[in-house]
């Protein structure tokens, strides 16, 4: 049956995310934790299960909540992570026309997860900033006066979101990756069936499709996969560069350093330089100006700037090299931007090490400062991966003309060939 990856695929993720919110999220677990504290003093394991915990669901009598509606807006949060992953899903699913190979499918599953969890965290940020009694964890930031508003709360609220579907975000794509292999569900030309494969060594021609095949889901040609791959992979490193050098600047770092302090050392939320400081997680620096002067200091940031812009350019091309076709633009869009944030999160899993060395951080909290690190670069490419996203969609999109064409397929084409690359 046509498209039936595209079912299978969404049924695997939503239910594979609702298993792992069930089996995590579920207050029987919570309450265990809360009251044994079978860990101690492993901060890192209680900070990976307090992240996996973000997807919870309320049972009334189990767990001590401060009022039955917080519970409900928990469980309202989980059901909307779970509804818009199923649309996101469905969506991309559509719009990819051709299942990707290799890991193209996690990439994408993963990304969906990621964009789901952050819309449902934004859409009820406000009901649960209004139900969270005043004083409690969730409404105070230490060395900060006051009450965080809306938008502060909302990014911080993002920024957990993110982190849960950064760490569970994998196996729903791992898990559609898996049950999908082998049902490319290509169109089978008319009395044909069994046909809907290219024999090995076949080449398609310029301009050709073989009858009864619609044009939207024949699989491009290689020459084709790989300028659009190019177009993409460019799009991405180039915005991300472009934006690090815009907000990671040492002259931005140090203002917000001082923005908004007050004379007795605590910060205002009333300074509009806050909302700039989680859009700053990659800094860039120069001798004499910002907070890290020494040769250490500068050479751990530009590392760190190095390798996410390596992350970023190797797993656009790993989505790129997936395409058996180029997708249209909501799939391309959701893949552009969640991969962003998982190649974000992991550069700078891998640059932590530096940092940490240089901050006088000691060896044995490497993993906490790492994991944070992750998570911070999850909640920056969630917010700005949109940007080279859109890009993505807008350069990529362009139809490939004669004049792009290899000089051999050029030569055989007997009018312009008019294949659309997005």
């Known amino acids: ?50 992240s996996v915990r973000y997807a919870k669901w309320a049972v009334p009598g189990i767990e001590h909540f401060a009022s039955t509606k917080l519970a409900l807006v928990f469980d309202l949060r989980t059901i909307l992570i779970i509804g818009l992953t199923v649309l996101l899903l469905w969506i991309a699913g559509r719009s990819l026309k051709l299942r990707p190979r290799g890991g193209g499918l996690v990439l994408v599953v993963w990304s969906v997860v990621i964009l789901a969890a952050a819309a449902a965290a934004l859409l009820t940020s406000p009901l649960l900033r209004a139900t969270v009694p005043r004083g409690a964890y969730m409404l105070t930031v230490p060395g900060h006066l006051g009450v965080p508003p809306w938008t502060y709360f909302a990014m911080r609220q993002v920024g957990y979101a993110a982190a849960w579907a950064l760490l569970v975000g994998w196996l729903p794509g791992l898990v559609a990756a898996l049950v999908t292999h082998g049902h490319d569900s290509q169109w089978q030309a008319p009395g044909r069936p069994g046909h809907g494969r290219q024999a090995p060594g076949w080449q398609q021609a310029p301009g050709w499709q073989p009858p009864g095949w619609p044009a939207s889901v024949w699989p491009a040609p290689a020459w084709a996969i790989r300028r659009w791959t190019a177009r993409v992979v460019w799009m991405g490193v180039t915005t991300v560069g472009e934006l ?59 590392v760190q700037v190095v390798l996410i812009l390596l992350a970023v350019g190797a797993a656009l091309f790993l989505f790129g090299r997936s395409m058996r076709i180029p997708p249209r633009a909501p799939a391309l869009l959701i893949a552009v931007w969640g991969t962003v944030a998982v190649a974000l999160a992991v550069a700078a899993l891998v640059a932590s090490p530096l ?19 992750a998570y911070a670069g999850a909640l920056y490419g969630v917010l700005v991966g949109w940007l080279p996203a859109l890009l993505a969609v807008i350069v990529a999109g362009r139809p490939l003309n004669r004049s792009l064409l290899p000089s051999s397929a050029h030569a055989a084409a007997p009018h312009p060939v008019g294949y659309r690359v997005g």
């Open 1 to 50: 049956m046509a498209r039936s990856w595209v079912a299978r695929t969404t049924v695997a993720g939503s239910v594979t995310v609702t298993g792992v919110i069930l089996l995590f999220g579920n207050p029987w677990l919570t309450e265990a934790l809360i009251d044994h504290d079978p860990f101690g003093r492993h901060r890192t394991i209680e900070e990976l299960l307090a």
């Open 244 to 302: 690090i050098l815009l907000l990671g600047n040492p002259w931005l770092t140090e203002r917000l350093a001082t923005a908004g302090v007050t004379n007795d050392g605590t910060r205002s939320f009333l300074a509009p330089w806050m909302l700039l400081d989680a859009v700053r997680l990659p800094s860039w620096e120069v001798p004499g100006v910002g907070a890290h002067p020494t040769l250490q200091g500068i050479a751990a940031r530009y």
């Open 355 to 373: 940092l940490a060395l240089d901050l006088g951080g000691r060896p044995a909290g490497l993993v906490l400062f790492g994991l944070r690190q």
